[in-house]
C-alpha cells in the first residue's frame, strides 16, 4: 500500500454469514473522500436497490474521513451507511455517532468497516489494530445499552470503546440506534439493521496513528481557529449573557454560548460547585466552559444537577452535559444521564394535560421528567426521528378513550398504567418506552415510524397536513422538520427535500440561533453568499436566487462533513465572536485542514463539487428506490411534495407578512424549479440529468437510470 496522509488506507469486510473478516486497500475511494461519500459508491455498487433493506446480502458501512483521528478540532465523527426501513421509498439513509469510538476506528487502522450477511446467533465485532474477531454476544442479547456496553468492555478491556444495540434494534423496530455509554448514538434505524444481522456491538482499540501531511500546519490552523472562530454550541458566536468582553449578548438571554458568570456546575463530586465564568473569545483555555447546555434546555435550575460538561475526541466544545438526577432514584430508576440533543428535549409529551410537579428544586419538573425519558430510551435503543416518535405518541395519548381503543383495543388501553401518566411519575414514561422497544401491543407501532402507525391506525395522508402543534413532517416521506422554514425560510424546505431523513442540517440555525444582533448576522451571511440570502424572524421575503444557492451549499457542504468526517454541529466556521473580524469567520477554513491533513490540494469551491456529487448520488439511488416501490418516476411529486400545513398554518396571516413563518405555494414552486435548474435536474421530475450525472463522473448512474426508464 502507498503511503497516505489523512487516510488509513484499508477497508475492513465482515460477512456476518460465513464469519469471513477481509481487508483491502481503501485509496480508490478516495475520490469520494470517505464516511458517507465512500459508503454511498460501496452501497450502490455492491448493495442495489432491489434488495430488500433486510436482505442477507444488505450492508450496513461504518465510515470515517480523513479529519477524524488528525487532531482537527471538532472531528471525531463517524458516519453509518444503510437502507432505510422505515421512510417512504426505503432508501439509502446515513446515522451520524459522535464520542470517541470513531477515531479509535482510524487508530485501529482502517477508513471503514463493511459489514454484509446475518449472524446465526448474537455476536459482536470486536477489533484490536489488525486482530480482529467475531465473539459470542449471546450473554448481552435482551440486555439494554448501558449493561451491555459495560459488558463488552469487561471482556476486553477498559482501552476498547463500545457501541451496542439495544432491545429496539434487536426487536427490529425501525426506530432504533446504536449507542455508547456516554449519550452518543448513531440513529434512523441502524439499531434494526444490526439487530437483523444479530451484531449486538461493536468494540475498538486503536493503537496506530492517523499520518499527518503538515503537521505544524494542522497546529497553526488549530490556534487560529481556536483564537479567532469557533463559538459555542452549533458555533454560536454571542454568549447568551453579557460578559464584559462581548460588545453583544443575546437579546433573549437564550442560545447555545450558555456559560456565564454564575452559572455553575453544581452537583460535582466534591461538592464544590464550578463556576463557568467568562470565557473570552480568545482564551482557549476556556472553551469548554462555554457551552452549559443543561441551562439552554432547562434554564437555571439545571444547574443543581449537573456534573461537568463531556463531548467527542477532539472536541473543545463539550456540548454533552453529565447529570445525576436524584430524585429518580425514589423510583428505582437510573439517575445518570448524558445527552446533548432530542431526547432530552420532548419525554413531557408522553404526559399531555398533566401539570408536573417539581421534584426537588422549583422549575425541575420538566428537566427530571425528560432525562428519564433519555435514559430509558439510550438504554433500550429507541430513536426518536427528530422528535416524530415523541409527537405521534402526544397525538395518540391525547385521543378521548374511546377513540384511542378503535386504534389498540380495550385490554391493551386499559393495561397501561394511567394514574402513573395523571401523576407526573417517571415510570410511567420508562414502561411505555419499554413496550415500544419490545415490540409489545398494538401501540408499539409508533416505533416502527409515522408512516407504519398511519398504515396500522387506517390514517389518511391528509393526516400530515395538520397543523395542530404534534405535526412536523414538512412532507409526506415519515420524517420531520429538521431546522426547516421555520428557522430558515424557502432555503430551509429546500434542503429538507434533498435526504430520506431529517436533513441533519445546521449550517444555517448555527446563524439564525446565536443571539447576535440580525443586522450583524445578515451582513456576514450577504457577504458569504449573495445579497438577499438571509431573512428576518417572522419576516419573509420572496424566493431569489442566492437562497436557492445556500440551500444548495447547505445540502453539499454537510455532504463533506459527513464524508470527511467533520461535525456538522460545529462546522463551517460562518461567524466569529471576535469583533476585530467584524464577526466574519473563514469558510475556506476547512479546505486548508483537508490540505494540511492529506497533502493534497483542496479549495473551497472543491469541497462544494464533492457535496454536489454526493447528493447527485443519493439522488439517483432514491429515484431508483421510489421507483421500485413506489412505482413512480418522479421526485418532485412522490418525494419533495410538501405537506399542507407549511402553508395554511396561522390563517391570521398571509405569506410574507411580518410575523409568521407559514410559506407561500406557488412561491415555493418557483423555489423548486430555481433549484432544480440550478442542480442540473430536470425540472418536471427533480431527477439529475444524463448531462449533469456524466459532468460529474457517474455515467454509470445515468445509463442505470435509462435503463429503468427513469430518465
Known amino acids: 500500500m502507498a503511503e497516505t496522509f ?63 483521528g488528525s487532531g482537527v478540532p471538532c472531528s471525531g465523527r463517524m458516519n453509518i451507511t444503510f437502507r432505510s426501513t422505515w421512510s417512504k421509498g426505503h432508501s439509502i439513509v446515513d446515522a451520524h455517532m459522535g464520542g470517541h469510538i470513531g477515531p ?8 471503514g468497516i463493511v459489514v454484509t450477511g446475518i449472524s446465526a446467533k448474537p455476536v459482536y465485532l470486536k477489533i484490536e489494530d489488525d486482530k480482529v474477531s467475531l465473539e459470542d454476544a449471546s450473554a448481552v442479547w435482551g440486555k439494554g445499552t448501558f449493561e451491555s ?32 455509554s456516554f449519550g ?136 454533552y452535559t453529565q447529570y445525576e438526577i436524584d430524585p429518580l432514584a425514589e423510583y428505582d430508576l437510573p439517575i445518570h444521564n448524558s445527552n446533548t440533543c432530542m431526547p432530552v428535549l420532548y419525554g413531557n409529551y408522553a404526559y399531555p394535560g398533566v401539570e408536573l410537579k417539581d421534584f426537588k428544586y422549583e422549575g425541575d419538573a420538566k428537566m427530571v421528567i425528560n432525562l428519564a425519558w433519555s435514559h430509558a430510551v439510550d438504554d433500550m435503543g429507541l430513536w426518536d426521528n427528530y422528535g416524530n416518535i415523541n409527537r405521534d405518541l402526544k397525538w395518540f395519548l391525547s385521543l378521548p378513550r374511546e ?73 409526506y416521506c415519515g420524517f420531520p422538520n429538521h431546522h426547516g422554514p421555520a428557522e430558515a425560510w424557502q432555503t430551509g424546505m429546500l434542503y429538507n427535500m434533498f435526504y430520506n431523513r431529517d436533513c441533519m442540517i445546521h449550517e444555517i440555525v448555527c446563524e439564525t440561533g446565536s443571539g447576535a444582533p440580525y443586522e450583524v448576522t445578515k451582513k456576514v451571511m450577504e457577504d458569504f453568499f449573495g445579497e438577499g440570502c438571509y431573512d428576518k424572524s417572522k419576516a419573509y421575503t420572496p424566493i431569489n436566487e442566492n437562497k436557492v444557492k445556500l440551500a444548495i451549499y447547505c445540502a453539499a457542504d454537510k455532504n463533506f462533513h459527513d464524508s470527511s468526517t467533520l461535525c456538522n454541529w460545529m462546522w463551517p466556521m460562518t461567524q466569529s465572536p471576535s469583533k476585530e473580524r467584524d464577526y466574519h469567520g473563514d469558510l475556506d477554513l476547512q479546505a486548508d485542514f483537508m490540505t494540511a491533513v492529506t497533502g493534497k490540494t483542496y479549495t473551497q469551491d472543491d469541497l462544494q463539487e464533492f457535496g454536489k456529487k454526493i447528493l447527485h448520488m443519493l439522488r439517483v439511488m432514491t429515484a ?49 424549479d430555481m433549484m432544480y435548474t440550478e442542480l442540473g435536474w430536470d425540472v418536471e421530475t427533480g431527477i439529475p440529468t444524463a448531462e449533469t450525472l456524466k459532468a460529474y463522473g457517474l455515467e454509470d448512474m445515468a445509463k442505470d437510470l435509462a435503463d429503468r426508464g427513469i430518465i
Open 6 to 68: 489523512g487516510w488509513a488506507g484499508k477497508l475492513l469486510r465482515v460477512d456476518l454469514s460465513t464469519g469471513s473478516i477481509t481487508t483491502e486497500d481503501s485509496a480508490k475511494y478516495q475520490e469520494y473522500i470517505g464516511g458517507m461519500g465512500m459508503a454511498y459508491r460501496i452501497m450502490y455498487d455492491e448493495a442495489p436497490m432491489d434488495l430488500d433493506p433486510y436482505d442477507e446480502k444488505a450492508l450496513v458501512i461504518f465510515g470515517v474521513g480523513p479529519l477524524t
Open 624 to 672: 431508483i428506490s421510489f421507483k421500485l416501490n413506489c412505482d413512480s418516476a418522479n421526485l418532485r411529486t412522490e418525494h419533495d411534495a410538501i405537506t399542507g400545513w407549511v402553508f395554511d398554518k396561522e390563517p391570521d396571516f398571509k405569506p410574507f407578512e411580518e410575523g409568521t413563518t407559514k410559506l407561500d405555494r406557488e412561491d415555493m414552486k418557483k423555489a423548486m
Open 149 to 180: 456496553n459495560a459488558w463488552l468492555i469487561e471482556q476486553t478491556g477498559r482501552e476498547f470503546e463500545a457501541a451496542s444495540i439495544g432491545p429496539a434494534g434487536e426487536n427490529l423496530m425501525d426506530y432504533s440506534t446504536l449507542n455508547t
Open 184 to 319: 452518543n448514538a448513531g440513529g434512523a434505524g441502524v439499531g434494526a439493521a444490526l439487530g437483523n444481522k444479530k451484531l449486538k456491538g461493536i468494540v475498538i482499540r486503536g493503537t496506530g496513528t492517523v499520518k499527518v501531511a503538515d503537521p505544524k500546519k494542522v497546529l497553526e490552523l488549530s490556534s487560529y481557529m481556536m483564537g479567532n472562530l469557533i463559538g459555542g454550541n452549533n458555533n454560536h458566536n454571542v454568549p447568551a449573557l453579557p460578559q464584559s468582553w462581548a460588545e453583544f449578548s443575546a437579546v433573549s438571554g437564550k442560545n447555545r454560548w450558555s456559560g456565564a458568570p454564575g452559572r455553575v456546575w453544581g452537583h460535582t463530586p466534591d461538592g464544590e460547585e464550578i463556576d463557568a465564568g467568562e470565557q473570552p473569545y480568545n482564551d482557549i483555555n476556556k472553551i469548554a466552559y462555554r457551552c452549559l447546555k443543561g441551562v439552554f434546555d432547562f434554564g437555571e435550575v439545571a444547574s443543581n444537577y449537573i456534573i461537568k460538561s463531556g463531548g467527542c475526541q477532539s472536541c473543545p466544545i463539550r456540548c
Open 403 to 475: 377513540e384511542a381503543v378503535g386504534y389498540i383495543g380495550e385490554e391493551e388501553y386499559d393495561s397501561l398504567p394511567w394514574d402513573w401518566m395523571h401523576d407526573g411519575d417517571p415510570r410511567w414514561e420508562v414502561e411505555i418506552i419499554r413496550r415500544l422497544a419490545m415490540g409489545e401491543g398494538k401501540l408499539s407501532v409508533i416505533a416502527k415510524g409515522t408512516l407504519a402507525m398511519m398504515e396500522a391506525f387506517g390514517l389518511p395522508k391528509e393526516w400530515l397536513d395538520r397543523a395542530d402543534g404534534t405535526n412536523s413532517n414538512l412532507m
Open 104 to 111: 479509535q476506528l482510524k487508530y485501529a487502522g482502517y477508513d
